[in-house]
């Protein structure tokens, strides 16, 4: 059983940056993916990035490619998501989470069973 906590989330203006990290506690196998999720009000939760646990090799979302960077501290158990050039449109609860099952399916898509609670990005204009 892994339990994650996110949080560096806060109000940021349009253009600024934040970090966002998620300590996961329990065993993290070299085969789990770490991943970023966000849900707008009114809107479906979105897959933002990814990263394999051992080897560190990440994807993104169209939308946040060359503005969000994923990483990860294995010494830690932690992942962060660092966010730069924010806009109004990044505004969102992001939770992070795991897909502990071994795939070859893109990051995205494959289906994550550990969830965090979330934590609030508010950009504003």
């Known amino acids: 059983q892994v339990q994650l906590e996110e949080s560096g989330g806060g109000l940021v203006q349009a253009g600024g940056s934040l970090r966002l990290s998620c300590a996961a506690s329990?065993?993290?196998?070299?085969?789990?993916?770490m991943g970023w999720f966000r849900q707008a009000p009114g809107q479906e939760r979105e897959y933002v990035a990814g990263i394999r646990w051992s080897s560190g090799t990440t994807s993104y979302a169209a939308s946040v490619k060359g503005r969000f960077t994923i990483s990860r501290d294995n010494a830690k158990n932690t992942v962060y998501l660092q966010m730069n050039s924010l806009t109004p449109e990044d505004t969102a609860v992001y939770y992070c989470?795991?897909?502990?099952?071994?795939?070859?399916?893109?990051?995205?898509?494959?289906?994550?069973?550990?969830w965090g609670q979330g934590t609030q990005v508010t950009v504003s204009a």
């Open positions: 329990g065993r993290i196998f070299s085969h789990y993916i």
């Open positions: 989470a795991i897909c502990s099952s071994p795939s070859y399916s893109d990051y995205s898509r494959r289906t994550y069973d550990y």
